[in-house]
């Protein structure tokens, strides 16, 4: 109801692809996340948002894009540098995988994930 009302407002189409993505309609999510990056486009969080969606649809390449889209608005955001990370540490790229879990442990040292990168970049 909230986006039919305030089609304007980025932050109810982000809820919408959020509801979108959870029933696995992820043609409907990915547009809604798109609009709401139109409406806002200054949200790391609607292209972080984008970004867990084409990973969803097996897009790593298009995942990837977007997270490094998330960080160049807001460089401290734990969700982008923790999957810039992992993506990189899935594909080999170990010191690019470094370099962001690195980051997201200054930043976010209590972060939900840090125990699991802390484990993988001692392995490196």
Do not use: C
């Not at 039919?4 to 547009?31: N, Q, V, W």
């Not at 990189?88 to 200054?106: I, V």
């Amino acid at each position: 109801k909230a986006v039919s009302t305030r089609p304007e407002e980025a932050e109810y189409r982000d809820g919408l692809g959020r509801a979108y993505a959870k029933l696995e309609k992820y043609e409907e999510a990915s547009t809604a996340f798109t609009e709401a990056m139109r409406l806002n486009p200054l949200s790391a969080k609607h292209h972080g948002n984008l970004a867990s969606l084409r990973l969803l649809m097996k897009d790593k390449k298009g995942a990837y894009e977007e997270f490094l889209k998330a960080l160049k608005i807001d460089p401290d955001y734990a969700h982008a540098l923790y999957f810039a990370g992992l993506l990189n540490y899935q594909d080999g790229e170990l010191e690019t995988a470094k370099k962001y879990w690195g980051e997201l442990l200054k930043l976010h040292p209590n972060h939900e994930r840090a125990k699991d990168v802390e484990q993988k970049m001692a392995g490196l």
